[in-house]
C-alpha cells in the first residue's frame, strides 16, 4: 500500500516526470476544483448589491487577483514537483511546516462537512430519504474519489464539469428569460448598495483560501505553461462562471444557488444532479488536500488519512453546518498568508531554486511563523481589502524579517 501511495499520490516527495499529465486533463481538474457553491452564494451576494455592469468589473478585478496569486503558485509547483505542505518546508522549516499544514488541513476537514450538509439538506427535503442516510452515502461517494488519488478526481472532474456548464447555462438563460431578456439585467438596479471595495473582498475571500492549496493539485502538470494556464482558465472561467450564476439567480429569484433557481424552475432532477456534482467536485478535492497535509505531519498514507478525514467531516457534518460555519470564516483568514509566504520564500529569498527535499531547511524557522502571524493581524485590523491585505502584509514582513535575521 505504502508503494503504490507514494507511486500515485507523491504525499512526501516530488511528483516525478513520468506522472505529470496534459493540458486538457489538468483544465478539467482545475475547472472543476473551482466549481464551488460558496462562489455562487458570494455571486448572489455580489449581484444583489451592485449593478450588473459593476458586478461584471468586479469579478474580473477579483479573479484577475486570484488568478496572479494561484498562477505563481502553480508555476512554483509545477517547477518544484511539491504539494502546498512539501513546499512549506522551506519557508516554515520542517516541523514549522505543521503550523500551516494543520491550518490547512482542518479547513478543508471543516469545509467537507459543511458540504456533505449542504448537499444532504435539499436532497432530503426533496426526496423525504432519512438525513442521516443521505449524509453517509453522500460522505462515502466524495471521501472514495479523494481516496483513489488525482486520477479518480480528474475522471470525476471530465463528467462533472461540462455538466454544471450546461446544465447552470441552461437555467440562467431561463432565468433571465423570465426578467425580460438581458436588456432588463443590464438595466437591473439593486435595493442595496454595496462598496467596491468591498465587493472585491468578497470576490478574493470566496476562495483564497482554497486558492492557497493550488500546488497540491498544479504539481502534476507537465510543464509550468500548462501549471499557469490551467489555472487561470479555471478561476477566470469556472470561478467567474459560479459567480455569474449565483448573480443572475439573486437578481431574478432571490436565490444565489443555481440549484435553488432550477429547484423554482421546475427542474427537480438537474437540480440535484448539478448540486451533486457541484460539491462533490470541490469536496473531494478537500479531502484530497487535507489527506497531503496529513501525511506531511504524520508521515502516514495519504489514503489512510483520507478515510479518517472522510469519516470525521461525514459523522460531524450537522454539527459544523450548524455550529462551524463562523469559525470556518475566521480560519479562511489564516490561509493566504501561507501561500504569500511560500511565493516570497521561493522567489526572493531562495531567488527560484530550491535543494533536495531532505535537505531543505532548518526544524523551525521564526520567520515564517511572525510574518504569517503579521498577515493575519493586517487582515483583521487593516481598514479595505482583507485577503489583499494578508497577502501582501505577510509577503513584505517574510522579506523584511528574513533578511534582517540571516544577515545578522
Known sequence: MGKDYVDHDFALEAVTATHRRGFWKMAMLMVGFTFFSA????????????TFSQFIITILIGNLLLGAYTGTLSYIAAKTGLSTHL??????????????????????????????????????????????????????????TAYLGIRALTVLSFVAVPAIAVLGTVSSTRAVSSM???EELMA?????????????SICLGSFISGG??????????????????????????????????GAIGAISTGQADISEVMFTQGLIIPALIILGLNIW????????????????????????????????????AMWLYNNFMSWLNFLNLTLPPIGAILIADYFIR??????????????????????WLIGLLC????????PLNSLLGAGVSYVVISKLTEKK
Do not use: C
Open 39 to 50: 462562489s455562487m452564494l458570494a455571486g448572489g451576494t455580489l449581484g444583489q448589491g451592485l
Open 87 to 144: 513546499l512549506t518546508r522551506y519557508s516554515f522549516g520542517h516541523q514549522g511546516s505543521y503550523l500551516p499544514s494543520f491550518l490547512l488541513s482542518i479547513t478543508q476537514i471543516g469545509w467537507f462537512g459543511v458540504g456533505v450538509m449542504m448537499f444532504a439538506l435539499p436532497f432530503q427535503k426533496v426526496t423525504g430519504v432519512n438525513i442521516w442516510l443521505v449524509i453517509i452515502v453522500a460522505g462515502i461517494l466524495m471521501t472514495a
Open 180 to 182: 425580460g431578456g438581458f
Open 188 to 200: 437591473y438596479q439593486p435595493a442595496g448598495t454595496l462598496g467596491i471595495a468591498a465587493a472585491i
Open 212 to 245: 492557497t492549496l493550488t500546488p497540491d493539485f498544479a504539481r502534476f502538470a507537465q510543464t509550468k505553461k500548462i501549471a499557469v494556464s490551467t489555472t487561470l482558465l479555471a478561476f477566470f472561467l469556472g470561478n467567474s462562471l459560479m459567480f455569474l450564476f
Open 281 to 316: 467536485t470541490t469536496n473531494d478535492n478537500a479531502l484530497y488536500a487535507s489527506g497531503l497535509g496529513f501525511s506531511n505531519i504524520t508521515k502516514l498514507p495519504k489514503k489512510m488519512l483520507v478515510i479518517f478525514n472522510g469519516m470525521l467531516g461525514t459523522l460531524l
Open 350 to 371: 531562495s531567488k527560484g531554486q530550491y535543494g533536495k527535499l531532505a535537505e531543505s531547511s532548518k526544524t523551525v524557522r521564526f520567520q515564517a511563523i511572525v510574518a
Open 379 to 386: 487582515a483583521l485590523f487593516i481598514p479595505g481589502i482583507p
